[in-house]
């Protein structure tokens, strides 16, 4: 499961393939936070992801994001 907060409501989320896998990409569509800038998803495949977060004349956010089983991915975005 990820717990994503992002400063800023309604920003885009991606994830990027598994890291150690380019060929794998988990999500061809765009998400979005809600206007509290939360997004939650339970549905990702364990492993190793790029986390990317973006938004209109803001810098993006990028982390490598670590999805174990059993465990609750918390990540932070600030958005400048």
């Known amino acids: 499961t990820l ?3 992002v400063d800023k ?3 885009t989320t991606k994830f990027i393939g598994d890291y150690y ?3 794998k990409e988990i999500s061809t569509k765009v998400e979005k936070t809600n ?3 939360i997004f939650t998803a339970s549905n990702i495949p364990e492993g190793t992801y790029q986390l990317v977060v973006t938004e209109a004349n ?6 490598l ?3 174990e ?3 609750t991915a918390r990540v932070e975005a ?3």
Do not use: K, T, Y
């Open 3 to 5: 717990v994503l907060m």
């Open 9 to 11: 409501g309604f920003a």
């Open 21 to 23: 896998d380019i060929d």
């Open 35 to 37: 206007e509290n800038g």
């Open 58 to 63: 803001h810098d993006s956010f990028a982390d």
């Open 65 to 67: 994001l670590v999805i």
């Open 69 to 71: 089983p059993g465990r």
């Open 78 to 80: 600030f958005l400048q």
